[in-house]
């Protein structure tokens, strides 16, 4: 499947498939592979193809649009092809790490980017709302098999109970919306986000929720953060990000059992 992939890039087209060095990345939504052709070892790209199983879930063409404007507000890497379906293919971004979180100055180089990125007053294709987020969690839920069903049922339930009425008055922003830690890249002084297909309009607190679970963040870095990314922040932003925290969480146990764990 690579080797018809490759033919159809301009970029690699040119070389013959033996030519070209292929090594496997980590992803859960996405295979990913880091393409490098050995008679230019600098020349090095992202070759990301969707896994079928979520393509009912992502707009790509609201993926596409989106990512554009990230990589203007430079907080994306620059995509160098992609096509409908989801394909594509993005520059390797030389010394990145995943962030080191126990360095305050790295959260503050996050919250910089949430900010550039919330901030920017640009308008995403797609929302993702109460509603939205209602639907998507049925959707996952029902994908899971009887057991997973049964374990996750009071989460599910109660989450479903808060999703009923507005957690929050701020407006939408254009966001992320999987900001965990394996979307985030750090290289020197700049962070990265990469992976953006399920980005949308969306409350801020979305964000901010699914990086402080995925980083494990407590509330007292949570807090600050908060102070951080969001204007005008009052004391009850924080229960309003915890019941985010909660529904993100709920969100992505589900998604996992769907998608990621076999079923029982």
């Not at 901030?119 to 959707?139: A, H, P, R, V």
């Not at 009071?154 to 008055?169: G, H, I, M, N, R």
């Not at 407590?218 to 600050?224: F, Q, T």
């Not at 951080?228 to 969100?251: G, K, M």
Request: aromatic content about 8%.
């Amino acid at each position: 499947m690579i080797a018809s992939v490759l033919k159809n890039i301009p970029l690699l087209s040119k070389f013959a498939f033996d030519e070209i060095k292929i090594q496997i990345l980590s992803g859960l939504t996405n295979k990913n592979y880091l393409v490098t052709i050995p008679s230019d070892p600098k020349q090095k790209t992202i070759l990301r193809i969707p896994r079928e199983s979520t393509d009912e879930f992502i707009n790509r063409d609201n993926e596409s649009h989106n990512t554009d404007i990230a990589e203007q507000l430079g907080i994306a890497p620059k995509n160098l092809w992609r096509e409908v379906s989801g394909i594509s293919l993005t520059e390797y971004l030389e010394n990145t790490t995943k962030p080191k979180l126990d360095k305050p100055q790295t959260l503050d180089k996050i919250a910089k980017a949430l900010t550039t990125l919330h901030n920017s007053k640009t308008i995403f294709k797609g929302e993702l709302n109460n509603q939205k987020i209602t639907k998507l969690l049925i959707q996952y839920f029902e994908k899971c098999s009887n057991k997973k069903q049964r374990s996750l049922k009071p989460d599910y339930q109660k989450t479903l109970a808060l999703l009923e009425a507005p957690l929050s008055v701020r407006s939408a922003v254009p966001s992320h919306i999987d900001l965990v830690q394996e979307n985030i890249l750090h290289q020197g002084e700049k962070v990265w986000f990469i992976d953006w297909e399920y980005s949308a309009m969306a409350s801020p607190f979305w964000d901010i929720a699914i990086f402080c679970n995925s980083a494990e963040i407590d509330s007292s870095l949570s807090e600050s953060l908060l102070k951080q990314v969001l204007n005008n922040y009052q004391a009850s932003d924080l229960q309003c990000l915890n019941h985010y925290r909660f529904i993100a969480q709920v969100v992505s146990d589900c998604w996992q059992a769907a998608f990621v764990q076999s079923p029982q």
